[in-house]
T-cell receptor, first 113, second 111 residues
């Protein structure tokens, strides 16, 4: 069974640009969560989607947004990029909400210059 | 406000010895705890979990201990092997909801 797939794996943007990251969950998984990982901050929760609806949101500015499609695939978007947005963005899937264990993708490493 | 804390950014242990990674939490609503392991350029992988109704859970070389009164959990790896060198994240949730992660501890196993 294929794991969680994230694209692109690496990307470089400049300040002010916007970026869209994509995540395909494990087949059959309907919940997708996004996390930001930066040095010293661990994994910070961005948002969680289930059945195309955002179920939970972390403490990030409105420049960070996401959505989930009917096939459970998810995208997240960051607009007006700032240097501090440079991070590893991790997507995780689970069968449903409130199952505890998450299965992570390899992440999309974003560098903002 | 860091609700899950891993106060040791790094830890070095001799191969064959015991590795003990620690984690503290502040939110008394947390009732489900997990440990994830992360290699460079890979996503975190689930290692072991424990529910607040238990104080110990064991899986092979890995044992997690939970002290609810102290709001503290620890991961024991015995014996430590070179392949255990990775960053370990502690995570907690309330009713198996959103996971809150610690900042991670980089474990290095010295051959």
């Amino acid at each position: 069974k294929a794991g969680v797939t994230q694209t692109p794996r690496y990307l470089i943007k400049t300040r002010g640009q916007q970026v869209t990251l994509s995540c395909s969950p494990i087949s059959g998984h309907r919940s997708v969560s996004w996390y930001q990982q930066t040095p010293g901050q661990g994994l910070q929760f961005l948002f969680e989607y289930f059945s195309e609806t955002q179920r939970n949101k972390g403490n990030f500015p409105g420049r960070f947004s996401g959505r989930q499609f009917s096939n459970s695939r998810s995208e997240m978007n960051v607009s007006t990029l700032e240097l501090g947005d440079s991070a590893l963005y991790l997507c995780a899937s689970s069968l449903a909400l409130h199952t505890g264990e998450l299965f992570f993708g390899e992440g999309s490493r974003l560098t903002v210059l | 406000d860091q609700q899950v804390k891993q106060n040791s950014p790094s830890l070095s242990v001799q191969e064959g010895r015991i590795s003990i990674l620690n984690c503290d939490y502040t939110n008394s609503m947390f009732d489900y705890f997990l440990w994830y392991k992360k290699y460079p350029a890979e996503g975190p992988t689930f290692l072991i979990s424990i529910s607040s109704i238990k104080d110990k859970n064991e899986d092979g070389r890995f044992t997690v201990f939970l002290n609810k009164s102290a709001k503290h959990l620890s991961l024991h790896i015995v014996p430590s092997q070179p392949g255990d060198s990775a960053v370990y994240f502690c995570a907690a949730s309330a009713s198996k909801g959103k996971l809150t992660f610690g900042t991670g501890t980089r474990l290095t196993i010295i051959p």
